[in-house]
């Protein structure tokens, strides 16, 4: 485990505050909708890039593991969308 995995979960913690204290400036605020989705794929991608193919191969290879985690993501979230 390199260091980057033991402090993940404060390095994340960190981002998500200094993204709410980013947050409180009004010109942050203004633009905030163009940098939301792309920061996301980068995290995203940072996160998912720490998980070896034959493990995620494995995973998807549990049958009710898979069915689970597509009903979630892509039935019952979108029937229940957030209000605004």
């Known amino acids: 485990m390199n260091i980057v995995e033991k402090l ?3 390095i ?4 998500a505050v200094i993204g709410i204290g980013a947050g409180r400036i ?7 909708e163009h940098f939301i989705v792309p920061l996301l794929m980068v ?3 940072l996160t998912f890039l720490q998980i070896p193919l034959q493990q995620a191969k ?3 290879g549990n049958v ?7 009903l979630i993501n892509f039935l019952w979230t ?5 209000s605004r």
Do not use: D, R
């Not at 009710?64 to 597509?70: G, R, Y």
């Not at 979108?78 to 957030?82: H, I, K, M």
């Open 12 to 15: 994340i913690l960190s981002a």
């Open 58 to 60: 494995q995973a998807f």
């Open 64 to 70: 009710k593991f898979a069915s689970a985690s597509l």
């Open 78 to 82: 979108p029937l229940f969308p957030t």
């Open 8 to 10: 993940y979960t404060i």
């Open 26 to 32: 009004e010109m942050i605020q203004e633009n905030a």
């Open 43 to 45: 995290m995203l991608y």
